[in-house]
C-alpha cells in the first residue's frame, strides 16, 4: 500500500495562492494515476483535479478551472497543485490520491493520504 503524504496547506486570504505537494515516501509515483481531492466542513468529499501518470494529459473539476494547476515532477517523485486565486469557497481538507484510471472517481483510487488543511479566509 502506498503511503502518501500531503503538504503545503495552511491558512490564506481571498486571492492568494498555495502549492500543495503529494509525495511517497517508499514507492514510485510514476506509474500512477494521481488525484486532488477535497472534503469542505459538512459537505462530501469531491474531485478537484487530475494528472496522468507521464503528466500529459491533466483534468480539473469546473469550480478551479482556470484558477488551479497540477502538475508532476516525477524526478522528485512529486505532484503539486498549484492553487490561486483562492476563495473561501476552497477551504478543505486536501487529499492526493494514487490510482490507474484518469477521472475522478474516488473509487477508482485505492490509496489515499491523511489530508492537508486549506483555510481562505480574511
Known amino acids: 500500500q502506498l503511503q502518501l503524504v500531503e503538504s503545503g496547506g495552511g491558512l490564506v486570504q481571498p486571492g492568494g495562492s498555495l502549492r500543495l505537494s503529494c509525495t511517497a515516501s517508499r514507492f514510485r509515483l510514476n506509474h500512477n494515476v494521481i488525484g486532488w481531492f477535497r472534503q469542505a466542513p459538512g459537505k462530501e468529499r469531491e474531485g478537484v483535479s487530475c494528472i496522468s501518470s507521464n503528466g500529459d494529459s491533466t483534468k480539473y473539476a469546473d469550480s478551479v478551472k482556470g484558477r488551479f494547476t497540477i502538475s508532476r515532477d516525477n524526478a522528485k517523485n512529486t505532484v503539486y497543485l498549484q492553487m490561486n486565486s483562492l476563495e473561501p469557497e476552497d477551504t478543505a481538507v486536501y487529499y492526493c490520491?494514487?490510482?490507474?484510471?484518469?477521472?475522478?472517481?474516488?473509487?477508482?483510487?485505492?490509496?489515499w493520504g491523511q489530508g492537508t488543511q486549506v483555510t481562505v479566509s480574511s
Open positions: 490520491a494514487a490510482g490507474f484510471g484518469f477521472a475522478l472517481i474516488q473509487s477508482w483510487y485505492g490509496d
